[in-house]
């Protein structure tokens, strides 16, 4: 004869209401009294009871029940809801960009509590055969931290994609650098147009087009000061940019440079030129590189601007070419007439001659004579 069970070990019912198996099982009482009474649903009796195992186990563990509906759609959704408080519009709007291309399309349908590291796996190897390794850096990024913060809530158990690495993706458009007589044609197809000292200006002394867009009149010295002990020259505090707060990319970022006297000399007229055409306008943000009516310019009509100056340059495709390519054609010059790549790495802000040699490395000159000159010297004297 069946032994029946105590009340309170949980039963098996059908509910007619429902038209489902329910399972329960009772787990004492909270502290308020109230006993705690666990179900699990299901259209047959085992679909039930393995239901209620389910839920028990993630009792056990210390968790929250998800909602069944809770799928990677809506955790993505409430992380970019509510989990990019204070970032930068910009950080916003890419990773907004990037959740809706292609982490909703390709994850958004499964359930949260069924994700696997698998099905990551396979989502970044299809992207990887279309995207480039930085953009599925991206990606990943932000599917980590939606399902982290998921899992903060008590969402699903744990974050899988953590586990996941990120595939090589498909190469992407390698920087590249002026040769000098590119450089001399990009300055003469550019005196005429409105972006000719913003290219003057990034070329010859190596800043980033963020730092620039951020540059203010008050951190521009055209004077110096001649008379110090030492020597003051014009320089310029590269100490801003366009991030959010305004910070340099990197504490070495900020820097104060030595301006070259075609700078000065076309940074005056640049000044002047701005005054007669903004009026009063220019002086109120104080940005050397603004809009025609004083306002920050766009990343974007920079790069347009940029181009259309080029396009007349001879032997330049302005279509190949960006404003940042810019400062590494700054590094390369630099490395063609002997700088040390200590000293280049402290004029464009790097934290170390290894960020310079990593990022530049095409453009920093590979063979280092200073050994076979020194010994040629030497035993030419013998």
């Known amino acids: 004869m069946t032994k029946r069970r105590s009340r309170g070990d949980g039963g098996l019912h059908w509910d007619d209401k429902r038209q489902r198996w329910i399972a329960t099982a009772s787990l ?50 409430d992380w970019l809801a509510y989990g990019l408080n204070g970032r930068d519009p910009a ?17 958004g349908a499964r359930k949260l509590r069924d994700l696997s590291a698998e099905d990551v796996d396979k989502w970044l190897a299809t992207k990887a055969k279309s995207l480039s390794t930085r953009t ?36 992407g458009r390698p920087s590249k650098a002026l040769t000098f007589a590119q450089a001399e044609a990009v300055l003469k ?34 004077d110096g000061a001649p008379d110090a002990r ?57 940005l050397v590189f603004a809009s025609a009516t004083g306002k920050p310019l766009d990343a974007a009509n920079v790069r347009r601007d940029f181009r259309n100056a080029i396009k007349d340059a001879e032997g330049v495709d302005p279509k190949e070419w960006t404003p940042r390519e ?27 001659t290894a960020v310079t040699e990593a990022v530049y490395r095409k453009q920093i000159r590979p063979v280092l004579q200073e050994g076979a000159v020194a010994m040629d010297r030497i035993f030419r004297k013998r």
């Open 189 to 222: 197809a550019a005196e005429s147009s409105r972006m000719y000292a913003y290219i003057v200006l990034s070329l010859l002394t190596g800043a980033r087009t963020e730092e620039l867009r951020a540059l203010t009149w008050d951190h521009v010295d055209l």
């Open 326 to 352: 810019l400062r590494h054609s700054f590094v390369s010059l630099l490395s063609d007439n002997g700088i040390p790549i200590e000293e280049i790495s402290r004029l464009v802000g790097h934290s170390s």
């Open 91 to 107: 950080t916003v709007k890419t990773c907004t960009i990037l959740c809706r291309t292609h982490i909703i399309p390709g994850l």
């Open 28 to 77: 004492g009482y909270d502290p308020s009294g109230k006993r705690i009474v666990k179900r699990g649903s299901g259209k047959t009796k085992t679909e039930a009871k393995n239901k209620l195992k389910e839920v028990l186990r993630d009792y056990e563990d210390g968790l929250a029940i998800a909602p069944a509906d809770y799928t990677v759609e809506r955790a993505v959704n």
């Open 136 to 171: 599925l850096q991206g990606l990943h990024g932000c599917l980590n931290r939606a399902i982290k913060r998921a899992m903060a809530r008590d969402k699903v158990k744990r974050n899988v994609v953590a586990l996941c690495s990120v595939p090589k993706g498909k190469e």
């Open 230 to 286: 030492p020597p003051v020259p014009p320089h310029v505090a590269v100490w801003r940019s366009v991030r959010a707060g305004g910070d340099t990319k990197t504490r070495k970022s900020r820097r104060t440079l030595a301006l070259p006297k075609r700078c000065v000399d076309l940074l005056r007229r640049h000044r002047e030129a701005q005054q007669r055409e903004q009026g009063d306008a220019w002086s109120k943000g104080g």
